[in-house]
């Protein structure tokens, strides 16, 4: 229910409720009544047994009748079921609340975190080395994420913490020195890097030495070797370009890269804090620093000098803080660097950072495919995001081609379709369990799937189309509700507690779950009540929830980025 609402309900009802309780702790316990018969909205009261020394049914009732004589104005019923109190309010007041609510400017968007600061680290990709569907996790339940925090009013910066440093680097500019003449570097940038990276693991394999140049490479990358830089810049540069594209087709955006290699120059100094602290200690001539627990110490530099992933990010974290003052810090990547995060959070807690609490590791699970084998990348095996992408849009185009021939844009419309079915098959998921990855399921246009919500909220639009009256700015003045309608209007006006929610817990499968939903509360108002009569009143009124489900889904789409086309 929308926040204003509970707002209204809690500032009424708080004095018949023991002193010493805030409105705000009343609005805390408002919830969905669990049988949808009874009310609009719920109360448990058996936190006040304790108090009050009764029995909660007893409690709810007694709170029911001094509620009731209150006579406040738009409550249709108040009623209590065993513990529970439950409002139901008059048609009227919802009808304007929603008319409030689908006039603000900005749909469901509150102002909570003002002046709060957020870094959001997703997406992040590994140099040379196509995007996989681990990636396309990262990127969209990252972006998700990003666009909830904004609909809470946080500022937010989106950080692209390139995977480009390393030893890795200095064995891919030894292949390419070595090799490049057998590759198009000139037409396939991309590909050939990829190629390159394949070969050089692939030949290492059969001759270990390679992995000594590489190392040796690395070594004289991290000195600042300025040819070699150079070189490394180069597979930088032709990595971005590949990404950007494919986030362009994702809506995925960050404010900032900052690459791993950008804190190079800063760990010789966070090593020497580590080191003040007398927290690092010597380990099979690597230094580390120990967990005090049965986790393996974090890796901070390895017997040859070299930096690690774990050190750069501890560099990166003081930088997260101290350079763009986050109040939050969070990282999104998959549940196989659980360690990895706990280790680097633990160290930071060691040097006395007290703000690590205000950093988070924001896991998922990973893609299940059926028989695709493992996943590696230096074998080439690995599932690339944008052979997916595609696969989906051509699929889309095939469905398209057999529904609706005659669409003009068809490319565009597929596009947007194929592209949000992958997307919302993903987001539609708690994020932390493993994905099923099914066609048939994604690309069900009439069951559980992103086509079924955009193709609801293109329905809308079609009847909008279709109609002689205008869409009316205010909602009509016969608010009387028929059960459908009413059904409707209470899902529209969950909107707002959605987003919260999903923000509160980092779950974007909420909103995806509440535009399901949403999608069959209108889909049984459209079979059970006319829009387009000969009463031009209901029809109005009628119009005008088509409307609104219109406007509500086209924003919860965008929150988990996804388009909603004119057609399709
Ligand atoms: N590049 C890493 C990967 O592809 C993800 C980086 C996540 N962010 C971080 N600060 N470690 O797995």
């Known amino acids: 229910m929308k926040l204003q609402i509970k707002e209204k309900l809690a500032s009424e009802i708080l004095k018949v409720f023991p002193e010493g309780l805030t409105r705000t702790q009343l609005m805390a316990l408002f919830e969905k009544p669990k049988n949808e018969k009874h009310g609009h909205l719920s109360m448990p009261v058996f936190f006040l047994a304790a108090t009050l020394k009764k029995a909660p049914p007893i409690i709810a009732k007694d ?67 196509p995007m996989n569907v681990g990636h396309l996790r990262a990127s969209v339940i990252g972006q998700a994420l990003r666009n909830l925090a904004e609909s809470q009013g946080y500022e937010v910066v989106g950080l692209n913490h390139l995977g480009d440093w390393g030893v890795q680097f200095g064995k891919l500019v030894w292949a390419y020195q070595n090799w490049k003449q057998d590759y198009d570097f000139e037409n396939q940038p991309f590909k050939s890097l990829f190629n390159i990276y394949v070969r050089f693991h692939a030949e290492a394999e059969k001759n270990p030495e390679l992995n000594e140049f590489g190392a040796a490479k690395f070594r004289e990358l991290e000195a600042g070797d300025p040819e070699i830089l150079e070189i490394w810049k180069l597979f930088v540069d032709m990595s971005l370009v590949e990404y950007d594209k494919i986030w362009a087709r994702l809506g995925v955006k960050h404010d900032l890269v900052r690459g791993e290699s950008f804190y190079s120059d800063q760990l010789d ?89 205000e950093c988070s590791h924001i896991m998922f699970g990973m893609y299940r495919f059926k028989d695709s084998g493992k996943m590696s990348t230096r074998k080439g095996r690995a599932i690339f995001l944008e052979d997916i992408l595609n696969q989906s849009v051509e699929k889309v185009k095939g469905i398209i081609q057999e529904k609706n021939p005659d669409l003009k844009n068809i490319e565009e419309v597929a596009e947007i379709v194929g592209v949000g079915a992958i997307i919302f098959n993903d987001l539609a998921n708690d994020r932390i369990k493993d994905v099923d990855f099914e066609w048939d399921k994604i690309l069900n246009f009439s069951g559980n799937s992103g086509p079924y919500v955009q193709y609801t909220a293109v329905r809308c639009k079609s009847i909008m189309r279709k109609s002689t009256i205008p869409v009316p700015e205010r909602f009509p003045s016969m608010p009387q509700f028929e059960e459908a309608e009413l059904d409707l209007v209470l899902r529209l006006l969950n909107y707002e507690t959605t987003l919260g929610e999903a923000f509160k817990h980092s779950k974007p499968n909420y909103v995806a779950a509440y535009l399901l939903e949403l999608c069959q509360s209108y889909n049984s108002f459209y079979n059970k009540c006319k829009v387009l009569s000969d009463d031009p009143r209901l029809t109005q009124k009628r119009l005008y929830l088509v409307d609104a489900t219109q406007k509500v889904i086209t924003e919860g789409l965008k929150i988990l980025n996804i388009k909603t086309p004119e057609q399709m």
């Open 63 to 129: 709170l029911c009748e001094k509620i009731s004589e209150l006579g406040i104005t738009f409550l249709d019923e108040v009623t209590s079921v065993s513990g529970f109190i439950n409002f139901k309010f008059k048609s009227h007041f919802l009808a304007d609340e929603l008319e409030q609510f689908i006039k603000a400017g900005a749909i469901g968007l509150t102002k909570k975190g003002e002046a709060k600061k957020m870094v959001i680290d997703y997406g992040s990709p590994n140099v040379a080395k």
């Open 269 to 357: 100094d966070l090593i020497d804090k580590i080191k003040e602290a007398g927290l690092l200690e010597k380990s099979e001539g690597a230094f580390v620093v120990s967990m005090d627990d049965d986790r393996p110490p974090c890796l901070i530099q390895k017997s040859d000098g070299a930096s690690l992933y774990a050190t750069r990010d501890l560099a990166s974290a003081i930088y997260r803080k101290e350079v763009l003052g986050c109040d939050l810090n969070v990282y999104v990547t998959g549940v196989d660097q659980k360690l990895h995060f706990s280790q680097v959070f633990t160290v930071l807690e060691k040097m006395n950072y007290d703000w690590v609490s």
